[in-house]
């Protein structure tokens, strides 16, 4: 998987003000993909916004988008780009289902130095 692929996702979601972005590198604990980038909005509007700004620029970048799960509701979409899966949650519903916790095991990527190189 490309650096550009993840810098690609990191920088649409950044674009849209995701709130708490994590990035963890599963590719050691899991075939299910390489990456999961978890990421936030305060709003419904803005979840589906930080979809959408994902879905547009991975699209033009040529990523295929394997699935998209749980865009109407806007709670918790998830977005499947084969390599990397992207967690678009609504703030609250990120705080109780606290997915990183369940992939403490792999690798977390400090998105500061993805900020710098976006």
């Known amino acids: 998987m490309s650096n550009h692929m993840l ?3 990191f920088k649409a979601l950044d674009e849209k003000m995701a709130v708490n972005i994590n990035v963890i590198d599963i590719s050691k604990v ?15 509007n803005q979840v589906q916004a930080i979809a959408d700004n994902v879905m547009e620029k991975m699209g033009k970048a040529g990523y295929d988008l394997r699935q998209v799960e749980g865009y109407q509701s806007a709670r918790w979409i998830l977005l499947d780009y084969h390599d990397i899966v992207i967690h678009v949650f609504y703030q609250e519903d ?8 369940i992939w403490r095991d792999g690798k977390f990527i400090d998105v500061k130095e993805l900020r710098e190189e976006a």
Do not use: K, L, W
Not at 30 to 44: E, Q, R, T
Not at 94 to 101: H, L, Q, S, V
């Open 7 to 9: 810098q690609t996702a």
């Open 30 to 44: 899991s075939v299910v993909a390489d990456y999961f980038i978890i990421a936030a909005g305060n709003s419904a």
């Open 94 to 101: 990120r705080d109780f289902y606290n997915i990183e916790r």
